[in-house]
């Protein structure tokens, strides 16, 4: 798919049919993690992949999210931060934790990419479900991702909708909302499209 498809097409679902993930697909996933970029080249992150309905339900209870139980399959993104901490210190778990979003952004995007549905959930009970899967203590647990097909006609009525891409933006010092004249008046500087600078 187009990568601005991707982007545009990923939303959070909270209602999935009965059609099953593959569980191919949610290896695809975890193998784009895989791929990106690490500290030190040192992947800290692991992934737990969870195929069975019990196990999911029994997951939407300990996240209190009922809709959870009908995903038919999910991704747990996990992370040995101590990894980063050994080599790095303090910074080191920093980047273990930077790490572990972007795992779970590109596994999001993944997904979307391969026709799928999914969400970020990161409100659950970490202590139960670690005792639940026989997480080590050393693991933490940074995201479940529930995966499934969205029902017929799915519409995320909570997707908020995003600010300006201005709120976001600023310009060779914090705080500067504008783009500098001298680079909007340098012909020579190739200009991006469709932003309004
Ligand atoms: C750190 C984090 C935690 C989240 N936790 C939950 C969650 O527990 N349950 C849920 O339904 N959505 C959760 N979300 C999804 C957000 O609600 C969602 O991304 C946001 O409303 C924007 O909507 P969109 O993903 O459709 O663009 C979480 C997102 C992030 C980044």
């Avoid at 910074?91 to 930077?98: D, F, L, P, S, V």
């Avoid at 026709?115 to 050393?138: A, F, H, M, N, T």
Wanted: hydrophobic share 35%.
């Amino acid at each position: 798919m187009d990568f601005d498809k991707v982007i545009q097409k990923r939303q959070s679902t909270r209602a999935f049919s009965s059609k099953k993930a593959s569980w191919k697909d949610m290896v695809h996933a975890v193998e784009a993690v895989r791929q990106g970029p690490w500290a030190d080249n040192t992947c800290s992150c692991k992934c737990l992949i969870i195929e069975e309905s019990n196990t999911i339900a029994k997951l939407a209870q300990l996240a209190d999210q009922s809709w959870i139980a009908d995903a038919t399959g999910m991704i747990i993104v996990c992370n040995k931060e101590g990894m980063l901490e050994k080599m790095h210190g303090e910074r080191g778990r920093i980047y273990a934790r930077q790490q572990a979003g972007a795992a779970i952004n590109t596994i999001l995007l993944k997904l979307t990419d391969l026709g799928l549905q999914s969400c970020w959930v990161g409100s659950y009970d970490d202590e139960k479900i670690r005792k639940l899967l026989d997480v080590p203590g050393d693991i933490t647990i940074e995201a479940l991702i529930p995966v499934g097909y969205a029902t017929t006609g799915y519409k995320n009525k909570q997707k908020p909708r995003k600010k300006p891409l201005e709120t976001m933006l600023n310009w060779e010092k914090w705080g500067e909302s504008s783009r500098p004249a001298l680079w909007r008046e340098d012909k020579r500087r190739p200009q991006p499209e469709g932003f309004g600078y």
